[in-house]
């Protein structure tokens, strides 16, 4: 991290009903792994700031000027991130720094088998694993379990899917599974065995990171291979 930069914005798409996506011309990006996240501030006219971070989306970058892409979802009286969704337009200027972030990481050298799980809008930093792994030659078995409320608010819907998804109110037609929520059973039948002793990514809110490492651990997976990002309800 180096201070903060200008970023501008090329795109404003539509993720959810409630998510946008943000593609940012970062001039002078020092580059990012899969996983990590940035801060965005917002600076008022009368000098009021906010500042709230946001995980990235692309797949890692080198570093030099770079399109840097960022999920983003509407939160309840969320300051920031109903600007972010509802106002900002292809051409405005942002402040962002970053990346950060060391921990929660996928580095493409990792031999280990990677089961990505997320919750809601934790799929977006697993959505760069999944971006970043695709350009790997002979990269290791990767699966990803996302758990979302509804198609109405599945981001990066295309991309999840490739995978399996855990509708938790209300699931698509022709889904062969009814909507409930993640246990032991559904999480053994779709991810990557504990013997393959896989590197596990879990990000999603606070609750739902500490019931799948829970989970996970039951089922016999090293704690120290379980990855957490959590994050609460204000964005």
Not at 6 to 18: K, T
Not at 34 to 62: E, M
Not at 203 to 213: I, K, M, S
């Amino acid at each position: 991290m180096n201070g903060w930069r200008p970023a501008r914005v090329l795109a404003v798409r539509p993720e959810s009903a409630s998510a946008r996506a943000l593609v940012l011309q970062v001039p002078s990006w020092p580059g990012h792994l899969a996983g990590q996240h940035l801060d965005v501030r917002l600076t008022a006219p009368d000098g009021y700031q906010a500042v709230r971070s946001y995980s990235i989306a692309s797949a890692a970058r080198r570093p030099g000027p770079a399109e840097v892409e960022i999920g983003v979802e509407l939160a309840v009286d969320g300051e920031v991130s109903s600007f972010l969704t509802g106002e900002v337009r292809a051409g405005d200027v942002l402040e962002v720094t970053g990346p950060l972030g060391g921990w929660f990481v996928w580095r493409p050298g990792d031999p280990a088998p990677v089961q990505l799980i997320g919750g809601g809008s934790g799929v977006v930093p697993l959505v760069s694993v999944v971006r970043t792994h695709a350009g790997v030659p002979d990269a290791p078995e990767l699966r990803m379990l996302a758990s979302v409320r509804s198609p109405a608010v599945a981001m990066y819907a295309a991309e999840l899917a490739a995978f399996d998804v855990v509708w938790t109110r209300e699931a698509p037609p022709g889904s062969t599974r009814p909507p409930g929520r993640l246990d032991a059973e559904l999480l053994a039948a779709t991810t990557v065995p504990a013997a393959s002793s896989p590197t596990c990514l879990v990000c999603g809110p606070t609750p739902f990171v500490e019931h799948v490492a829970e989970l996970l651990v039951e089922l016999g997976h090293d704690e120290a291979r379980i990855r957490t990002e959590r994050f609460g309800s204000a964005r």
